[in-house]
T-cell receptor, first 109, second 116 residues
Framework: GQNIDQPTEMTATEGAIVQINCTYQ??????LFWYQQHAGEAPTFLSY??LDGLEEKGRFSSFLSRSKGYSYLLLKELQMKDSASYLC??????????WGAGTKLIIKP | DTAVSQTPKYLVTQMGNDKSIKCEQN?????MYWYKQDSKKFLKIMFS???????INETVPNRFSPKSPDKAHLNLHINSLELGDSAVYFC???????????????FGAGSRLTVL
C-alpha cells in the first residue's frame, strides 16, 4: 500500500530551527509537496520538490532524496505564527496526491 | 477577494437529513476538488472535476453526489447523513489537471459538518 509517515507532533523554541521529516512509500513518484495548515483553517502551499536536493524559500527550505523516499521541511528563525500543522503529500504515478496526517508544530517563547 | 469560497462554514444536522455544501472559485482554474479531513487529520480526495467533467471519483458512498454547473462551481450534496460523515470538507482548485506534477492546490476555508 501507499504510505506517508511524519511525526505527529514537535515542539520548538521561538528563534530556533526545526526540521520536520517525511518518509514515503508510493507507487511511483511525480513530486512531493509541503503544505501549512493553521488550526481551523485551510492548508496553504509551501513548497514542491521533484528533483533531489534543497529548495530554499525565505525562512523555509525543503529537501528531497528520491532514492531514500525521504524529505524534510526546515524552518529557520521560528516565529510564534509558525505554530501549525505541516502536511507532506506525494503525487504518485497516477498523479494522485497521497497525504500524510501532518505534523503539529508547537512553538514556545 | 476570496479565491476559493465555500459555504456554510459550519453545519450541524441530524442523522438521515440531506445537506449541501457549495464551493466557488474566482481563480479561473480548470480543476476543482472535494476533500474530506477526518478527526485524524488525513486529507482524502473524494472527487475531482476538470471543466465540469468528473475525472476522479474515489470510493465514496453514492450518498455523496457532486455537481458542477460550470467550471467555477463545484457543489457537494449528501443524502441520508450518517454519524461517520462528520468531518471537515475542503473544496480546492488548481490550474493544471491532475496529470501534472506541479499541481498546486488552493483550498477553501473548509466546512465543518457535525451529524448528531
Amino acid at each position: 500500500g501507499q504510505n506517508i509517515d511524519q511525526p505527529t507532533e514537535m515542539t520548538a523554541t521561538e528563534g530556533a530551527i526545526v526540521q520536520i521529516n517525511c518518509t514515503y512509500q508510493t507507487s511511483g513518484f511525480n513530486g512531493l509537496f509541503w503544505y501549512q495548515q493553521h488550526a481551523g483553517e485551510a492548508p496553504t502551499f509551501l513548497s514542491y520538490n521533484v528533483l533531489d536536493g534543497l529548495e530554499e524559500k525565505g525562512r523555509f527550505s525543503s529537501f528531497l532524496s528520491r532514492s531514500k523516499g525521504y524529505s524534510y521541511l526546515l524552518l529557520k528563525e521560528l516565529q510564534m505564527k509558525d505554530s501549525a500543522s505541516y502536511l507532506c503529500a506525494v503525487m504518485d504515478s497516477n498523479y494522485q496526491l497521497i497525504w500524510g496526517a501532518g505534523t503539529k508544530l508547537i512553538i514556545k517563547p | 477577494d476570496t479565491a476559493v469560497s465555500q459555504t456554510p462554514k459550519y453545519l450541524v444536522t441530524q442523522m438521515g437529513n440531506d445537506k449541501s455544501i457549495k464551493c466557488e472559485q474566482n481563480l479561473g482554474h480548470d480543476t476543482m476538488y472535494w476533500y474530506k479531513q477526518d478527526s485524524k487529520k488525513f486529507l482524502k480526495i473524494m472527487f475531482s472535476y476538470n471543466n465540469k467533467e468528473l475525472i476522479i471519483n474515489e470510493t465514496v458512498p453514492n450518498r455523496f453526489s457532486p455537481k458542477s454547473p460550470d467550471k467555477a462551481h463545484l457543489n457537494l450534496h449528501i443524502n441520508s447523513l450518517e454519524l461517520g460523515d462528520s468531518a471537515v470538507y475542503f473544496c480546492a482548485s488548481s490550474q493544471e489537471e491532475s496529470h501534472s506534477g506541479a499541481n498546486v492546490l488552493t483550498f477553501g476555508a473548509g466546512s465543518r459538518l457535525t451529524v448528531l
